[in-house]
């Protein structure tokens, strides 16, 4: 039982940082404009790093709420790396 808790977690972390940009990938990639799918390969990964770092860091400040400020930063870094990505699928169509 604790094994499939875990699980649900992990998919909701990866679902909360990743569904975003995988929504703005997919919105440019209905408007036949490829260039978003590409920039994933970079986006995603730097997202996991950032989510990361910043739960570690939660983590280990000494603040009252760890748990909260890892939901925010996850929740935070998922939606800047859906800006981030719609900034670059903007200016890679331009091109």
Avoid: D
């Avoid at 990639?29 to 996991?48: D, G, I, K, S």
């Avoid at 570690?56 to 800006?83: D, H, I, Q, W």
């Amino acid at each position: 039982m604790r094994i499939i808790l875990i699980l649900v977690a992990v998919l909701a972390f990866l679902l909360a940082l990743w569904g975003p940009p995988l929504m703005v990938a997919r919105k440019y990639w209905l408007r036949e404009n490829p260039w978003a799918f590409r920039n994933l390969r970079f986006v995603l990964p730097a997202q996991l790093i950032a989510a990361v770092t910043l739960a570690f860091a939660a983590e280990f400040s000494g603040l009252r709420n760890p748990a909260a400020l890892m939901a925010g930063a996850t929740l935070l870094v998922g939606l800047l790396g859906a800006g981030l990505l719609a900034l670059l699928a903007t200016w890679s169509a331009r091109r």
